[in-house]
């Protein structure tokens, strides 16, 4: 394992070989943290902010080069109204505190979900840091907003349909690439780790198309005390796994 006193060019040479490219997290555990605590939930919410500061700072100085946060789920707006505008209020800090250190540390900010569910202010601070972010090209961090996994292949299968329907493409052309770009990830490659906190191993609704061949890390860590070293397990914990892609292992893996 590294620890923080291991100077950063040594992490960055350490990490060369295999590094996962792209990362998605689910972020749980923060409510369970504060009620253990005693306090209420939104204040899991806010120490949580502080490993996202510490995770996206790690994720930059590794050299990964996507980082996906599931911040907030479609489902997630049953909660508690306190709770749902505590978080949206975090969400408005977040990025507005952090714009300018996330530029200097190259990160470029990307939402997916159906932002436009979001409180209006919300939408406006985000979509303002994202224009601010647009030119940088180290790490892209992406923030799951009012996202649902379902809802997004829906919305791939209803894009395609009209596309058969207009006789932009034929039904043939149809695969697993062209799926692919309709959801909102298009862009990005599909993550190569999923981790997920506080001890469920359960996927929620998260990226389901885009996991198919993730590797998997379930910590018993509850997110807002997830920190770089636990991060830095998960990631060294990757770079022991053999990733077979269905083949077997004398075959070069199709990346
Ligand atoms: C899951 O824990 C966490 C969330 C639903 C919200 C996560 C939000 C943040 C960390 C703050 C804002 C995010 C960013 C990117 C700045 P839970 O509440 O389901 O925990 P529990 O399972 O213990 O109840």
Redesign the pocket.
């Known amino acids: 394992m590294l620890h923080d006193s291991q100077p950063t060019e040594l992490k960055k040479k350490i990490y060369t070989q295999s590094l996962p490219e792209h990362v998605a997290i689910?972020?749980?555990?923060?409510?369970?943290?504060?009620?253990e605590r005693r306090k209420p939930?939104v204040w899991?919410?806010?120490?949580?902010?502080e490993?996202?500061?510490a995770v996206v700072k790690t994720a930059g100085e590794v050299g990964i080069k996507y980082l996906t946060?599931?911040?907030?789920?479609e489902e997630?707006w049953g909660?508690p109204q306190s709770?749902v505008s505590g978080?949206m209020t975090?969400?408005d800090?977040?990025?507005v505190r952090?714009r300018k250190e996330l530029y200097e540390n190259n990160v470029r900010l990307k939402t997916i979900g159906r932002i436009e569910k979001l409180p209006a202010k919300t939408r406006k601070l985000v979509q303002e840091t994202t224009e601010y972010l647009k030119d940088n090209d180290g790490l892209t961090?992406t923030?799951a907003l009012s996202y649902g996994g379902r809802t997004e292949i829906s919305a791939a299968c209803r894009m395609i349909a009209e596309k058969v329907k207009n006789h932009e493409i034929n039904v043939d052309q149809i695969d697993s690439e062209l799926f692919g770009q309709h959801l909102s990830t298009g862009s990005i490659p599909d993550p190569d780790l999923l981790i997920r906190t506080?001890g469920?191993q359960r996927i929620s609704n998260f990226l389901l198309w885009q996991i198919a061949y993730s590797e998997l890390w379930f910590s018993t860590v509850?997110?807002?005390d997830f920190r770089r070293e636990h991060f830095l397990d998960a990631i060294q914990s990757y770079k022991n796994r053999k990733r077979r892609f269905g083949l077997v292992e004398s075959v070069q893996a199709p990346i």
């Open positions: 689910i972020m749980d555990g923060n409510g369970r943290w504060a009620q939930r899991g919410h806010k120490k949580g902010v490993s996202v500061r946060l599931y911040a907030f789920s997630n909660r709770e978080i975090l969400l800090t977040f990025v952090e961090l923030i506080s469920e509850y997110w807002p």
